[in-house]
T-cell receptor, first 111, second 114 residues
């Protein structure tokens, strides 16, 4: 079993839809949770960074962490064609520790 | 404030050769991590450097080595290249302060091994 699992998609939604992206993990030591967006042939761009369980909102993006279920989610409201990218979940056990990434979910938002 | 930069952008090598990739950290950052991203996969942690010392290593053989310089720039060296080393190599910089683990990535170097 991989440490971090993520549905690779591809996921295709119409413009304006609410998008839900999810990851599960097996290592209960993970405490820091991140979501990155990666456009084709570019480096990952940090979207959300959360510590432990709970919700965090930033504009159209909401990150949720449920440590009891080892499950994290990213919601994108009012999705735009510019949101079309690969979304990577990532996590680490300690501050400054190595970051473990999921394989990424490819998202297409159709105008 | 400048972001993370990497050079070169693309590189083609043959099996058995050696390669050096370079990274300049974001201004003010003191920690750099290197990742390997195969096509269609998430980045995999290679190692991290903090204050010029290796500070954690992933499941990569010793032929992957690195350096961090006093100005916090960094190099990744790979010896005896293998075909499976073909990937996007990413560096990420961060500031080790408090409980912060936010890493900011460069655009990557795409390495092709023939």
């Amino acid at each position: 079993q991989k440490e971090v699992e993520q549905d690779p998609g591809p996921l295709s939604v119409p413009e304006g839809a609410i998008v839900s992206l999810n990851c599960t993990y097996s290592n209960s030591a993970f405490q820091y949770f991140m979501w990155y967006r990666q456009y084709s042939r570019k480096g990952p761009e940090l979207l959300m960074y959360t510590y432990s369980s709970g919700n965090k909102e930033d504009g159209r993006f909401t990150a949720q962490v449920d440590k009891s279920s080892k499950y994290i989610s990213l919601f994108i409201r009012d999705s735009q064609p510019s949101d079309s990218a690969t979304y990577l979940c990532a996590m680490s056990p300690l501050s400054y520790d190595k970051v473990i990434f999921g394989p990424g979910t490819s998202l297409s938002v159709i105008p | 404030e400048t972001g993370v930069t990497q050079s070169p952008t693309h590189l083609i090598k043959t099996r058995g050769q050696q390669v050096t990739l370079r990274c300049s950290s974001q201004s003010g950052h003191n920690t750099v991590s290197w990742y390997q991203q195969a096509l269609g996969q998430g980045p995999q942690f290679i190692f991290q450097y903090y204050r010029e010392e290796e500070n954690g290593r992933g499941n990569f053989p010793p032929r992957f080595s690195g350096l961090q310089f006093p100005n916090y720039s960094s190099e990744l060296n790979v010896n005896a290249l293998e075909l499976d080393d073909s990937a996007l190599y990413l560096c990420a910089s961060s500031l080790r302060q408090g409980g912060n683990n936010e890493q900011f990535f460069g655009p990557g170097t795409r390495l092709t091994v023939l």
